[in-house]
Structures are given as structure tokens and as C-alpha cells.
């Protein structure tokens, strides 16, 4: 069983960065889009960024672009989620998920099947 684990978050001010870090560990876990998604209290979860196992595709969310990064690892068993210029309104909990192969157009979460515990990401001065 594949199993993803969060790490990365904190508190940061406004303007500056942080990297989060999705170790999957498991089988034959080179195969598997890794998703990241976020919630913040009283709002629906969402989609942030997907990078795909096929081809190294990537998506973002509209609220992100241009401020995220998503990229795997050497070893392609880690995937980083690279947050620059971060805003208050991207606190969230910040969670990875495994969908096979590819990353599922729109990202529902319910195209992703492993899911991380969650790392908590802070934007306040």
C-alpha cells in the first residue's frame, strides 16, 4: 500500500516561502501522481497542484500560478510543493494524495486514493 507523508509546514509571514515535502513510500510508487490539495477552517477542500507519473505534467490552481512550484525529487520517490510570495488567504492544512499514472482532470479529491496526514501552513505577520 502506498503511503504519503507531509512534512515542510509553519508559520511564515506574508511575502515570504516555504517548501513542503511529500515522502510516498509503498509499491511501485514512481507510477503515482502525487496531488496537493489544502483546507482551510469552514471551506471546502481544494486542489492546488498535480504533477503527473506518464510525462512530468503539471497543474496549478488559478490562485497559485506563478507563486507555486511542483517538482519530484531526484530519487522520485519525494515530491515538493514549492510556496513563494504566500498570502494570508493560503492558510490552510496542506495534504498530498496518489492518483494512478495521471492526474485527474480538475482534481476532484475523490480521483486520489492515498492520502498524507497534512502539514499545516501559517500566513500571518
Known amino acids: 500500500q502506498l503511503q504519503l507523508v507531509e512534512s515542510g509546514g509553519g508559520l511564515v509571514q506574508p511575502g515570504g516561502s516555504l517548501r513542503l515535502s511529500c515522502a510516498a513510500s509503498?509499491?511501485?510508487?514512481?507510477?503515482?501522481?502525487i496531488g496537493w490539495f489544502r483546507q482551510a477552517p469552514g471551506k471546502e477542500r481544494e486542489g492546488v497542484s498535480c504533477?503527473?507519473?506518464?510525462?512530468?505534467?503539471?497543474s496549478y490552481a488559478d490562485s497559485v500560478k506563478g507563486r507555486f512550484t511542483i517538482s519530484r525529487g531526484n530519487a522520485k520517490k519525494t515530491v515538493y510543493l514549492q510556496m513563494n510570495s504566500l498570502k494570508p488567504e493560503d492558510t490552510a492544512v496542506y495534504y498530498c494524495a496518489a492518483a494512478v499514472l495521471r492526474c485527474p482532470r480538475g482534481m476532484p479529491s475523490t480521483g486520489f486514493g492515498s492520502w498524507g496526514q497534512g502539514t499545516q501552513v501559517t500566513v500571518s505577520s
Open positions: 509503498g509499491l511501485t510508487s514512481d507510477y503515482y501522481a
Open positions: 504533477l503527473s507519473a506518464v510525462d512530468g505534467t503539471t
